[in-house]
Structures are given as C-alpha cells and as structure tokens.
C-alpha cells in the first residue's frame, strides 16, 4: 500500500510560481511511475505531467514549458514546479502513483492517489 501526501498548494497571482510537493510512502518509491492531475470546478480529471522511475517525463500541451516535474527518490517525493501561472491553472491538483514503470496519461492506470491540494490563481 501507498501513501500519498500532497502539498505547496495556495492563492498566487498570475504571473507567480508554486512548488508543489508529494510526500509518498513505499519501500519500492524508485520504481513508480509518478504523475501529477488536476481538476477544475465542472471539469473532468486532466493530466498534467508524468515522470517514470529513470526520469522520462511528459507534460499537457497546456502546461508545457511552464511547469517542470521532477523526483528525488531519496526522499521518496515528486515535485512540481509551476512558473508563468495563469487563471486557467486554477485547480486541485493530484498526485498518483503507478507500479508500472511506462509513461502514462490515463488516470484510470494509476493504482493510488492523494487527497488533494488546491491552486487558486488570481486574474
């Protein structure tokens, strides 16, 4: 069984950056496939960005270039740093884990998931 514990969430203005964090518990951490969703009010779970154990990484076309993720598996925690934060990032954003160790995109493939942190972006 996984933990995962999120956390940096808060009120930014556009423009501005958060570092997101997600603390997971988990003797094989190293091997997971890391990933980070989001969902705005009345909106379906999106992807944001995934990262596998030996680091490759993918991002929604919507935050590309804007928002870096990253891993320190000594610390069994994934990071998402957001830059150039926009209104439309609004969200509460998710942490998963997957014990495959392929980059993914679908939601329904990760096996555990956060509680949750919100991001409010002032216009």
């Known amino acids: 069984q996984v933990q995962l514990v999120e956390s940096g969430g808060g009120l930014v203005q556009a423009g501005g950056s958060l570092r997101l964090s997600c603390a997971a518990s988990?003797?094989?951490?190293?091997?997971?496939?890391m990933a980070w969703f989001r969902q705005a009010p009345g909106k379906e779970r999106e992807f944001v960005a995934t990262?596998?154990?030996?680091?490759?990484?993918i991002y929604a076309d919507s935050v590309k270039g804007r928002f870096t993720i990253s891993r320190d598996n000594a610390k069994n925690s994934v990071y998402l740093q957001m830059d150039s934060l926009k209104y439309e990032d609004t969200a509460v954003y998710y942490c998963?884990?997957?014990?495959?160790?392929?980059?993914?995109?679908?939601?329904?493939?990760?096996?555990?998931w956060g509680q949750g942190t919100q991001v409010t972006v002032s216009s």
């Open positions: 988990g003797r094989t951490f190293s091997s997971y496939t």
């Open positions: 990262i596998t154990g030996s680091g490759s990484r």
């Open positions: 998963a884990a997957s014990t495959s160790i392929w980059i993914i995109r679908s939601a329904d493939r990760y096996d555990y």
